[in-house]
């Protein structure tokens, strides 16, 4: 069965940094790696995705502070945050998406940002 550990959510003063992390057990290396998020009362976004190809993409509410990173070889996704903001809180989930349709989600893990 597939795993998706996360790690690395916390509580951040607004324009700290913050670093998420998701290991899989199995191997990422053909698929596509995403970080979404779900605020109360609000359905779950996506924030970054990372394509087998190294295609990445973002929300827009995310560009430029926020960078998507993967490690084949680990099996790991990271999720680099700066310049947080109150919005970004939220619980943040690892997806997994394998080339054949399978997909898999980590427990989340949650964020706030406040001071």
């Known amino acids: 069965q597939v795993q998706l550990v996360e790690s690395g959510g916390g509580l951040v003063q607004p324009g700290g940094s913050l670093r998420l992390s998701c290991t899989a057990s199995?191997?990422?290396?053909?698929?596509?790696m995403g970080w979404y998020r779900q605020a109360p009362g609000k359905q779950r976004e996506l924030v970054a995705s990372?394509?087998?190809?190294?295609?990445?993409n973002y929300a827009d509410s995310v560009k430029g502070r926020f960078a998507i990173s993967r490690d084949n070889a680990k099996n790991t996704v990271d999720l680099q945050m700066n310049s947080l903001k109150s919005d970004d809180t939220a619980v943040y989930y690892c997806?997994?998406?394998?080339?054949?349709?399978?997909?898999?989600w980590g427990q989340g893990t949650q964020v706030t940002v406040s001071s």
């Open positions: 997806q997994l998406r394998q080339p054949w349709g399978n997909t898999y």
């Open positions: 199995v191997s990422i290396r053909l698929a596509t």
């Open positions: 990372f394509m087998f190809n190294n295609n990445t």
